[in-house]
Each structure stands twice: as structure tokens, then as C-alpha cells.
């Protein structure tokens, strides 16, 4: 099979719905041309034309409320922003009418959008433009969350989020962009709400997120040298959740680790631990549920500094070397 | 037959009973609210017009059917006006599963989708976009609709009435974006709040029309929309129309309207614009006093019928709460 990188598979995805559905059209700020920030769009208004490659004015606020009008009135719109930092700026359309249309209108009125959005830090662009904001929409009923790791998992994810009635926030990890995966040429789609088992293991469950998957792999690459087998589970989709692969398999492990590059303090890892304190699941646990989070402080400049503010692949194998041998 | 009255070519002289009886409709709905609130027999809160019947009459009544409209947290005159039943909304602000939203909306969320009624809105200035998004799907799928975006002094102050607009105005959009300049912004007076006179100068600055009605004229409004709808129907874009009006009540149900005088509102109160419009009709000969009565008898009716459907219809039941909700 022909490998893509993370960054084509969603243009892919992307092209392939357009193809298929008038209704689908991106806009967003520098999409047109220039291609967008990251370079995602590149070569889409050539096919597309700037009808349905709209490139915007900085207008956060206008471009996501015009987003949710366009769907309630029978449009598909894709709406990317540059950072997903810059949600704070289209929050109110995302939290206030997006998420709430369908239910506070009794039923009637959908909004079929996708806000795709790249997140994460690893590129030195400071405190504005490296958050993972992830778990605040999460808290929103109304709100799919969506937070792929490779470039197959993102074609087939932006596809379901691109068919979904309802709203979907779409993260994509700007170090993922460049890593590349086998993906099929044919379109697919992978439902919302199902977790993927990245690599199994008996001895410990790492859930991990994002741009954490893949350290997480080589983490647990590492531990298998000392003879330790790690299962590392990728949720793929935040909300809805797959809380019955997790359960499971902290059920046979009996440990557990979560790892996410947000922030710890209110990150959706509390919300993995407490999926499992709830659960069956509990009484398996031979050691305390181990969280891995951003630190408590803005995402500084200095690469150094840059790297220690994230969960790195030594901290999860310590982590899970703790919860190990912890008996 | 020579019209006795300028009339836009949308609205004849035989229409104009039909109006008459929505401000009356809009006048009853309004003080039957007020008083259930003022009795607490139903909850929450809720948003008085009474005065400004002839901005949402007057602009609506220039709209073809196809036409959409986005409302504000006062807006019940523009539902009833673009169509709505008083037997649906009082059921709704009774919280009923009759009510328009099944009661899960109440007075700030009455939304009737299919007829083109995108909602009212509880946050202020949050039409903005959604009725640009709404107008971008009319012509992307060259539907032919307009769109009215209903908004007050106050949102006029928000940033998101000046992302849309900037984006309508660039992209031509087919909508008109009313202001209903009541004066207050809950206790802020307009002109303390902003430093210009009028809202409609604001056009000004995104290369639009703006232009000020009296909004407590019906005739004045509706010549006013009326060529702002036609000029967005032809392709030409957004206009502001901004309406001169008064809330003769306070800002919600608890407000003691401290920031204004009586004499004031006595001023306003002779303005009165159902009693300009049924002078008008009746020295004009185009109503007579009985049947002018006999309007404001039936819409009064109606308006009481509303009240003992609302009473007589189910509760939803504790299993409707998790209805309607994806994610």
C-alpha cells in the first residue's frame, strides 16, 4: 500500500468529500493560494476553485458563526483555523450555538460542521501557539472531539467527522503532519468512538493521545528490551469515548498510565483514571492509576525548556517502570 | 387600483389587515407573558418588545416565504411574524413538549427552522454570523434567499457585529441586518454607549448602505427593508437598516428602570405604533373602525387560546432529557 504522510491523508480526505458532495466547502484565514498555515490546503482552490476554498478575512468569530449558519441552512462547511489556539476567539459560536442548537431548538435544526485545527507545541512558536486545548470542549455537551495520531487514522476520522450531522472539533498535531502511514487510496471511514489497540501488551496500559501515541510506542519499544509488555491504546476520538477497550484492557493489565500533552491539571487524562475508577476495572488495578500531563505554566521559547514543559518518552517509561514494579 | 399608500412592491394595500392583526398578536403574547412572570406561574425569564411591534412586522412583512430570519432575545414579534403560532410558543415558555423547542428552549431559544425562523438568540450579537453563514448557503446553492439578521443597540457594540458584516459586506452576501435601536442596552443608553448617533452610520465604514426608519412607522420600516431586500435579493449585498424604536417595558422581569424617566416613556408611549398604523388605516379607508375592532378582538382571542393549549398540554417527561443530545 502507498504511504501518505498525516498532512496528505486529511487533504485527501478533504478532496474526496468535495469531490463527492457540493454541499462540503473549507473556509479559513490563508487557505487559498498560500495553502494554509501548515500547508494543508495546498493545490485545493487549483481543483476547487476559491467558491469552496474561501479564503477569509482574521475573523475568528465571523468565520465560526458563519460556519454553524451555513450548516443549519444545508451546507457542509470545514473550518479550519490556523491555531487551535485561536478557538478562544470562535469559542462562543463553537460552545454557544454549535453544540447547543440542535437540543435547545427541541430536535429540529442540525449543524453538520467541522472546525479542523492544528494543535500542540514542538515548533517554537511560544505561549499563543503550541496550546492543546482539547479537554475544554470535551466538557461541552454538543461537541464531538476528535484528536487522530496518524495519517490513516486521520483520513478515515476526517471522513466520519465530515459525514457526522452534528458539530466536530477536529485536532490535528502539527508533529504528526509529517509522519507517514500505509493509507488506502479509496476513501474510508473510521467510526467515531472506537479506540485502537497501536501496539498490545500484558503487563501495563498506556492511553495516550495525539502526538503522546507515538511516544508512547517508542516508550514501550524501549520497555520490551527489559522485559516489560506494554498495551498502548490510541482513543482516537475523545467524545464520544471508547471506554470499553480501555476498561478491558486494564482489565487483563492490571496497570494503567495515561499520557497527554495538555496540561495535567484539568486534562482529559483525569477523566481516563476516572473512567477506570468507576469501573469494573478498579478492582484489577494492582497500583495506582499514573497520570502524565503538560506542566502547570504557558509553553516557553527556549527548546529546552519548550521540551520539559511535555510529557517526553523517558517520563512515560518511568512511569510505567513505577507502576510496574509497584506491588 | 391606485394604492392610496407607498407601499414596497412586495406588500399591498389588501395585506396590510394582516399586519395589523400580527402587531396586535405581538401586543397580547407580550402583556400575557408579562403578566404570568409578574403572577410567577411560569419561570425563567423572559424579554418584553411591546413598542416595537411595527420594526419586526414592518421588516418581515417585505419577505418572500423562502426568506430566513435570525432573531434576538426579544424576539418574540419577529416569530410571530415570520409565521410562528402562539399556541407553539406559549406551550414553549410554559415549558411544554407542544412548545416549539419541546420546552426545552423557552422565551430566548424559539427557533422554527423549516420555516425559515434560525432562532432566537440568548447571547447578544450572536446572529450576526449565523445569518451571514445562512446567506452564504443562499448563494452557494443559489437559492435566492435573504436573510434579516434582527439585532439591538447593544449588540451593535459587540466585535461580532463587525467581523460579519466586514465578511458580508466583501462577499456580497444576500442579507440585511435590522437594528431595533430601543435605546438601552438593558440600562446602558445608546448614547452613552457608543459615539456615534446612529448605528446605521456605521455602514458606512464597510462599504454599505445605512439608513435610519422610524421604526414605530410600519410603513417607514417596510419601505426601509424593503429596498435593502430587494438591493440584497439583486446580488448587491448587505445593507443596515436601523429602526428607531422604544421597549416600553423593562429590560427584563426584574428591572426597576432606573436609568430613565417616566416622562420618557410617557413620550414613547404616545409614538405608540399599532395606534399610528390603525389611524392610518382608518383615515385612509382601508379599515373601518368595527373591523379594526374586530382584528384586535380575534388576535386578543387567539392570543387567550394560546393560554389554555399551553395549560393542557403534557409535561416531558424525565426520559425526554438525554433526547436530542449526540455527544
Known amino acids: 500500500m502507498r504511504e501518505l504522510t498525516y498532512l496528505e491523508a486529511v487533504r485527501e480526505a478533504m478532496s474526496q468529500e468535495m469531490r463527492q458532495n457540493e454541499d462540503v466547502f473549507i473556509l479559513g484565514e490563508d487557505i487559498g493560494v498560500y495553502g494554509g498555515a501548515f500547508g494543508v490546503t495546498r493545490g485545493m482552490i487549483e481543483e476547487f476553485g476559491p467558491e469552496r476554498i474561501r479564503n477569509t478575512p482574521i475573523s475568528e468569530a465571523a468565520i465560526s458563526g458563519t460556519a454553524v449558519g451555513a450548516a443549519l441552512t444545508g451546507m457542509r462547511p470545514i473550518l479550519e483555523l490556523q491555531f487551535s489556539d485561536f478557538i478562544t476567539i470562535a469559542m462562543d459560536n463553537m460552545v454557544n450555538q454549535a453544540a447547543k442548537i440542535r437540543y435547545m431548538y427541541g430536535g429540529k435544526g442540525k449543524v453538520p460542521m467541522v472546525l479542523r485545527t492544528p494543535a500542540g507545541s514542538g515548533t517554537g512558536a511560544a505561549a499563543q501557539h503550541s496550546q492543546s486545548l482539547e479537554a475544554w470542549m470535551t466538557h461541552i455537551p454538543g461537541l464531538k472531539v476528535v484528536q487522530p495520531s496518524t495519517a490513516y487514522d486521520a483520513k478515515g476520522l476526517l471522513k466520519a467527522a465530515i459525514d457526522d450531522d452534528n458539530p466536530v472539533i477536529f485536532y490535528e498535531h502539527k508533529l504528526c503532519y509529517k509522519t507517514k502511514s500505509d493509507v488506502p487510496e479509496e476513501s474510508y471511514s473510521i467510526p467515531l468512538g472506537k479506540a485502537d489497540v497501536k501496539r498490545e501488551g500484558k503487563d501495563a496500559t498506556i492511553v495516550a493521545t495525539a502526538i503522546m501515541v507515538h511516544r508512547s510506542l517508542e516508550a514501550a519499544a524501549e520497555l520490551e528490551k527489559e522485559g516489560i509488555s506494554v498495551e498502548v491504546i490510541d482513543p482516537r476520538t475523545l467524545v464520544p469515548l471508547d471506554t470499553e477497550t480501555i476498561i478491558e484492557s486494564v482489565k487483563k493489565t492490571s496497570r494503567l498510565v495515561v499520557v497527554h500533552e495538555a496540561v495535567k491539571r484539568g486534562g482529559f487524562g483525569g477523566e481516563i483514571a476516572s473512567v477506570i475508577a468507576e469501573s469494573e476495572a478498579f478492582d484489577y488495578l494492582d497500583a495506582p492509576i499514573k497520570r502524565l500531563g503538560g506542566k502547570a505554566v504557558p509553553i516557553p521559547y527556549n527548546p529546552e525548556l519548550e521540551k520539559a514543559a511535555i510529557p517526553g518518552v523517558d517520563d512515560i517509561i518511568n512511569a510505567v517502570k513505577e507502576t510496574v514494579n509497584r506491588l | ?327
Request: charged share 25%; with cysteine.
Open chain 2, 1 to 327: 387600483m391606485t394604492q392610496k399608500l407607498n407601499l414596497p412592491p412586495r406588500v399591498a394595500e389588501k395585506d396590510l389587515a394582516d399586519l395589523y392583526k400580527q402587531m396586535w398578536q405581538i401586543r397580547f403574547f407580550e402583556e400575557k407573558v408579562d403578566e404570568f412572570f409578574a403572577k410567577g406561574m411560569i419561570h425563567g425569564t423572559t424579554h418584553l418588545a411591546v413598542g416595537q411591534e411595527a420594526s419586526a412586522v414592518g421588516s418581515i412583512a417585505v419577505l418572500e416565504d423562502r426568506d430566513k430570519i435570525t432573531s434576538t432575545h426579544r424576539g418574540h414579534g419577529h416569530c410571530i411574524a415570520k409565521g410562528a403560532e402562539v399556541n407553539g410558543m406559549m406551550a414553549e415558555l410554559f415549558g411544554r413538549t407542544t412548545g416549539y423547542c419541546k420546552g426545552k428552549g423557552g422565551s430566548m431559544h424559539i427557533a422554527d427552522v423549516e420555516k425559515g425562523n434560525l432562532g432566537a438568540n440568548g447571547i447578544v450579537g450572536g446572529g450576526f454570523a449565523i445569518a451571514t453563514g445562512a446567506a452564504l448557503t443562499s448563494q452557494m446553492k443559489k437559492e435566492g434567499f435573504v436573510v434579516l439578521c434582527f439585532f439591538g443597540d447593544g449588540a451593535s457594540n459587540e466585535g461580532s457585529f463587525h467581523e460579519a458584516i466586514n465578511l458580508a459586506s466583501i462577499w456580497k452576501l444576500p442579507v440585511v441586518f435590522i437594528c431595533e435601536n430601543n435605546q438601552y442596552g438593558m440600562s446602558g443608553p445608546a448614547k452613552e454607549m457608543m459615539n456615534v448617533g446612529n448605528v446605521a452610520q456605521r455602514a458606512e465604514s464597510y462599504g454599505i448602505p445605512g439608513k435610519v426608519v422610524d421604526g414605530n412607522d410600519i410603513f417607514d420600516v417596510m419601505n426601509g427593508v424593503g429596498e435593502a431586500v430587494d438591493r440584497a435579493r439583486n446580488g448587491e449585498g448587505p445593507s443596515i437598516v436601523e429602526a428607531k424604536t422604544y421597549r416600553w417595558k423593562g429590560h427584563s422581569k426584574s428591572d426597576a428602570k432606573k436609568y430613565r424617566t417616566r416622562e420618557e416613556e410617557k413620550e414613547w408611549r404616545l409614538k405608540d405604533p399599532i395606534e399610528r398604523m390603525r389611524l392610518i388605516l382608518v383615515v385612509e379607508g382601508l379599515l373601518t373602525e368595527e373591523e379594526a375592532e374586530k382584528i384586535k378582538a380575534d388576535a386578543k382571542e387567539e392570543v387567550e387560546g394560546s393560554v389554555d393549549f399551553a395549560a393542557n398540554s403534557p409535561h416531558p417527561t424525565l426520559d425526554d432529557l438525554m433526547e436530542d443530545i449526540y455527544a
